[in-house]
Antibody, heavy 119, light 107 residues
Framework: QVQLVQSGAEVKRPGSSVKVSCTASGGTFSSYTISWLRQAPGQGLEWMGRIIPFVPKANYARKFQGRVTITADTSTNTAYMELSSLRSEDTAVYYC????????????WGQGTLVTVSS | SNGLTQPPSVSVAPGKTASISCGGSNIGSSSVHWYQQKPGQAPVLVIYYNSERPSGIPERFAGSNSGNTATLTISRVEAGDEADYYCQVWDGSRDHVFGTGTKVTVL
């Protein structure tokens, strides 16, 4: 049974960066694809990008291209999402999720990490 | 398929059937996935590839997809089905797109 555990909540200043981690247990991490998604308060879901850890190769959503970097460390079964040039609109819960199938679907999801951007 | 439209809310009595639509141009040519999200929790996959159920999801959850509308149907609705539901597709080029979300209320 795959489980994804994310790092804790963060408070960041506008213009700074945040790096969120997602550690997997169960299964073979290097064979997964991991996606990052986010959900602003009271809003819907947005896909940010994904990584295939064993390659490693990342793909990013158009909206976040140039501002997000997704990496993975197969020695610790951990994926990371770093978002730069933070603004208040980036306040959201960020999720990682195992990414399956073609076309992709997401299962399971991590518990979520709240990132608050405030001056 | 960009801009997937879902009704903001659906209300249903216990034991009845809830239908949640997901509208998009020619969505029937795409594979649609559905997620359930309860307050304060991460989303959970309930339907993938239009009508497949993951292990552990009750048979009461069913999906269909044709033309410009995909539909998630929940039969014999229970209080525990009260949640937000989102549809999701691959836009065919680069991005995954989610629907606007539907809040299901069990009366």
């Amino acid at each position: 049974q795959v489980q994804l555990v994310q790092s804790g909540a963060e408070v960041k200043r506008p213009g700074s960066s945040v790096k969120v981690s997602c550690t997997a247990s169960g299964g073979t991490f290097s064979s997964y694809t991991i996606s990052w998604l986010r959900q602003a308060p009271g809003q819907g879901l947005e896909w940010m990008g994904r990584i295939i850890p064993f390659v490693p190769k990342a793909n990013y959503a158009r909206k976040f291209q140039g501002r997000v970097t997704i990496t993975a460390d197969t020695s610790t079964n951990t994926a990371y999402m770093e978002l730069s040039s933070l603004r208040s609109e980036d306040t959201a819960v960020y999720y990682c999720a195992r990414t399956l199938g073609d076309p992709n679907y997401f299962d399971p999801w991590g518990q979520g990490t709240l990132v608050t951007v405030s001056s | 398929s960009n801009g997937l439209t879902q009704p903001p809310s659906v209300s249903v009595a216990p034991g009845k059937t809830a239908s949640i639509s997901c509208g998009g141009s020619n969505i029937g040519s795409s594979s649609v996935h559905w997620y359930q999200q309860k307050p304060g929790q991460a989303p959970v996959l309930v339907i993938y590839y239009n009508s497949e159920r993951p292990s552990g999801i009750p048979e009461r959850f069913a999906g269909s997809n044709s033309g410009n509308t995909a539909t998630l149907t929940i039969s014999r609705v229970e209080a525990g089905d009260e949640a937000d539901y989102y549809c999701q597709v691959w836009d065919g080029s680069r991005d995954h797109v989610f629907g606007t979300g539907t809040k299901v209320t069990v009366l």
